[in-house]
Every structure is written in C-alpha cells, then in structure tokens.
C-alpha cells in the first residue's frame, strides 16, 4: 500500500522530467549567445537578471488595466493594445538589450491573489524554459504577497531538475534558504522585469489583501518556435510534449476579433506563430485568468 503510494506520487513528476530532457538540449541551443552575455554585461539589468520599477503605473494605467479583472469581459480588446502600447512606450528598450531584437510575447496571464491561496510556486522553481523574461504589473496589492527572488541564478546553465518536479507532489522547497533573497513586493503600481531562468517563489502566507498582477512573458522567437516542436521532421515525429504545442482543443484558446489582430500585428513583438488560425478566427493560446 505504502509502495502504491510513493509509485503515484513518483509517476507523474518523473514523467514530466523525461519528457523536459527530450527538448533541454533545444533550450540551451538557443540560450548559447544569451549566456555568454550575461556573464560578461556590465548593464545592471543584464548582469542582475531583474529591474524593478516601483510606482510606475500611472492613474490612466491602472484605470485600463483595472478592466482585466472586470466579470465577463474579452481579453483581447482595447485593453489589451493599450497594454501593448505600455509595453512597447516602456520596456522593449530594456527587452532588447536583454533577449535581443527577435523576442516575442509567448505568454499573458491575469492573476488574482488572495492570502490563503496555497501554490507550488510557493517552492523554488524555475519557469523550465531557460532564459525568458517576465514582466510582472501589479494593478493592486500592498506588498503582503511578494516573490522572493535568488540574484544571479539566472546565470545558470538550464538543465532539467527533478527536484522541482518532485514539488509537484512533495511540496520539496529545494532545499534552498530565503537568505541572500530580494523581495519583489509588488505593490500597487509596481512593475517588475526577471529572468525565469533564475529560482523564484511566491510567498502567500502573510497577505493581508488580495493582489491583481498582469504576467507577460517574452522569448526569443526562434527558441518559441523550436519548443512548440515546429522544427521536428514530420518523418520522424517524437512523443515529446513540447512547453507550446498547439493544444487541440478551441476551448484552450482566446478569441482575438478580427479589428484586434490587425492591431496587435502593429506591434514588433507581438506575432502570427502565437496564433492558432480556426473556422477563419484567430485565437491566443496562450493566456489565462487566473484565480489562485
């Protein structure tokens, strides 16, 4: 019975790890260049893996982003340019320096927060994709529910670890201090940008208010394409499951109206390789609502 146990808590965590391992060398092909600069930049940015800029949203920001978290309201409307718009005005210098002029956006969440959520990310992890940036905009919050951050492991080579599978069932915190930490509080008004590839944890214990933060995440385009397993030889198609496979259900998607999507391609970063094309619609895969 015990065995049984230990067997069902195993399985799933060491399944994912194998299945990481099947496309770990494809990250590190396309994080060579990447980290060789981050070891020898001197730009503060580059060289610490994050920047914060606290009070940075302005009234009018956060009146249009308040509007994400609106009840049965479309994701991908003007809301969503001005977002972009945000984003290009104040980050894609800082953006590009970093990944290099061919990023894109792969991923958008919009996360509610409360103090009793309990999460894994609450243990040191990784987002187990190398090298990605994520921009974290706090739209409410009073610095109760921060992330904790590990500076300069960012610099570290992506291997897979099982460790951080094992939190998954196990709720392993890696064995890993909160000494030497920085604190991205997340306070209202605050925009944090940070590489994924260093540790990081959520801490939701001593909240004292619910916190509202929009999560975008770029990549590089070339590195995006190849973990969606575009540039496996369909002669010789792999069991991988690769991070950005196209899921085949529609309900995994967001629709984005026509009079959007021809705005969104405005945007350098923004590109048609996220979009799932179905019945003449476009629809984003990649974002969510999320209520921990």
């Not at 994080?31 to 060289?47: R, T």
């Not at 009073?142 to 080579?157: C, L, R």
């Not at 930490?181 to 944090?192: L, S, V």
Request: hydrophobic fraction near 35%; include cysteine.
């Amino acid at each position: 019975m015990i065995i049984k146990k230990i067997y069902s808590k195993l399985k799933n965590p060491l399944k994912s790890y194998l299945n990481r391992l099947g496309y770990y060398k494809n990250i590190l092909k396309h994080d060579a260049k990447l980290n060789y600069s981050i070891n020898q930049s001197d730009f503060a940015f580059i060289k610490n893996g994050y920047k914060i800029n606290r009070n940075l949203l302005s009234k009018e920001d956060l009146y249009h982003f308040n509007k994400f978290y609106e009840k049965n309201q479309f994701l991908f409307d003007e809301k969503f340019l001005y977002l972009l718009k945000f984003i290009e005005n104040k980050y894609e210098k800082s953006i590009k320096e970093y990944l290099g002029d061919n990023y894109i956006l792969v991923n958008f969440a919009v996360m509610k927060t409360s103090k009793l959520s309990k999460s894994v990310s609450e243990c040191w992890h990784t987002d187990n994709l190398g090298h990605k940036l994520n921009l974290l905009i706090c739209v409410d919050g009073d610095g109760s529910i921060p992330t904790f951050y590990k500076p300069g492991t960012h610099k570290k080579k992506y291997f897979p670890s099982i460790f951080e599978e094992m939190r998954m069932s196990f709720n392993i915190n890696l064995f890993l201090t909160d000494s030497a930490k920085i604190i991205f509080d997340h306070k209202k008004g605050d925009c944090t940008l940070f590489d994924a590839n260093a540790k990081h944890r959520g801490s939701y214990q001593a909240g004292t208010m619910e916190r509202k933060i929009i999560i975008i995440d770029f990549m590089n385009k070339d590195k995006f394409l190849d973990l969606r397993g575009h540039n496996e030889n369909e002669s010789n198609k792999s069991n991988i499951k690769y991070p950005y496979r196209e899921m085949n259900e529609i309900k995994d998607y967001q629709l984005i109206p026509e009079k959007i999507f021809k705005d969104l391609l405005r945007f350098n970063f923004f590109s048609k390789d996220v979009i799932k094309n179905h019945n003449g619609k476009h629809y984003f895969q990649y974002s969510n609502l999320v209520e921990d």
